[in-house]
């Protein structure tokens, strides 16, 4: 998946040791810090944060309606450092909200981990 599509949600699911419904974004392309990367990411933060707060998502996914939500990106590589200070104030920012947001590195050759496990962020990526 790509940034490109800001109205689709990847992935998401229960993680089994907060009980928090994750979605996840799913970046494969490297990290450039570019203007329109970091405009295509805060734009699809900007859809994952209203389906989730919006009742989008519990309108969808009732199940899912009483639960605290967090954010994840898995990528292939590590966010580069306009990229980090962009999720760094995201992460800042939706704290008000007690919405997570966590960054995993996937390994060489890794498949993404399905949203419902519990993992954190990927060796390397700098974002705490």
Not at 68 to 97: K, M, N, W, Y
Not at 114 to 124: M, N, Q, S
Request: glycine residues 10%; proline residues 3%; contains cysteine.
């Amino acid at each position: 998946m790509s940034l490109e599509r800001s109205d689709v949600i990847d992935a998401l699911g229960i993680d089994e040791g907060s009980a928090r419904v994750i979605l996840v974004i799913r970046h494969e392309a490297a990290w450039d810090g570019s203007d329109g990367q970091l405009y295509l990411l805060q734009e699809k933060l900007n859809a994952y944060i209203s389906f989730a707060l919006d009742g989008e998502m519990a309108a969808a996914y009732p199940d899912f309606a009483q639960r605290a939500v967090g954010l994840r990106i898995d990528c292939a590589s590590a966010p580069d450092d306009r990229t980090l200070h962009l999720l760094g104030h995201v992460r800042r920012q939706l704290e008000f909200q007690d919405i997570g947001v966590e960054v995993r590195v996937l390994k060489a050759g890794e498949a993404p981990v399905p949203a419902g496990t519990a993992d954190k962020c990927g060796g390397g990526c700098g974002c705490r």
